[in-house]
């Protein structure tokens, strides 16, 4: 049984490189809710007022993926749940929640954390991490085109990305739940690109070649 998760700031890659992974490990995957999340518009509309909801109810669709994916054989994930604490971090760092709302988030988190801790498999088996500038995260969030993550409609968007990479360096530097490998997002244009997509996917094989995993 081999778990892969991936990260990476807002239009990095994740869920296209996730069904590369998948299709070529025959393996399952699993998407972080998205376009059936009911709350994600309304926080982008007003931070402030959902920015805690926003993070129940990510944390709660991420631990039903999380069960269902560490309990079964082959996955990957198009995001991890250690990236939820950053994100919450950053948008109470930015005034977005109140400290009674941080301290039951933090709790919330930590429980749930001792859940997955009780499970056979605590671990995913690799951390995928792609990594992209600014430039090139607000080119694919254009070319993506969801219209709330927009930064001409919403100009404040600009400080909440940069800000959003500012916390990813030292979250994937300190990241140590398992072997990581990071993937430069700015060089390889593995969606359009089919060379590009062959030496992504050579990357991420000969590393689990090296931890005995394939
Ligand atoms: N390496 C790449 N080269 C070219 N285009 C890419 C690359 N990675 C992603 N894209 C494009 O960028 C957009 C965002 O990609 P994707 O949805 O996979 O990102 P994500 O990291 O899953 O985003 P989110 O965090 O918002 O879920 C898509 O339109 C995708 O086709
Ligand atoms: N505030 C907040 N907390 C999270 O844990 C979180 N996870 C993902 N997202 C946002 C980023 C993309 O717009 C969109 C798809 O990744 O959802 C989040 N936003």
Do not use: C
């Not at 892969?4 to 869920?15: D, F, R």
């Not at 992974?21 to 995957?29: D, Q, S, Y």
């Not at 999340?37 to 993070?55: G, M, T």
Request: charged content about 25%; aromatic content about 12%; overall charge negative.
């Amino acid at each position: 049984m081999t778990v892969l998760v991936l990260s990476g700031a807002i239009g990095a890659g994740k869920s296209s490189l996730t069904g590369m992974i998948a299709k070529e490990l025959g393996t399952k995957a699993f998407y972080e809710s998205v376009d059936d999340n009911p709350v994600l518009p309304l926080f982008y509309a007003d931070p402030s007022k959902y920015a805690f909801l926003l993070q129940i109810y990510f944390l709660n669709t991420r631990f039903h993926s999380i069960k269902a994916a560490l309990a079964d054989d082959n996955n990957v994930l198009d995001r991890s749940i250690y990236e939820d604490a950053l994100f919450f971090q950053m948008n109470a760092d930015m005034g977005r929640a109140n400290q009674t709302e941080v301290a039951i988030y933090k709790d919330l988190l930590a429980n749930m954390m001792q859940e997955i801790k009780g499970m056979p498999k605590k671990n995913p088996d690799l951390l995928v991490h792609i990594d992209v500038s600014y430039d090139t995260m607000i080119k694919r969030i254009t070319k993506r085109g969801r219209s709330y993550e927009q930064i001409k409609t919403d100009p404040t968007l600009v400080e909440y990305y940069k800000n959003l990479l500012k916390y990813y360096g030292p979250w994937y530097d300190h990241y140590n739940y398992s072997p990581k490998i990071r993937i430069d997002g700015d060089k390889y244009d593995f969606v359009e690109n089919p060379a590009d997509r062959k030496i992504v996917i050579d990357q991420i094989e000969d590393k689990l070649h090296e931890m005995g995993k394939l």
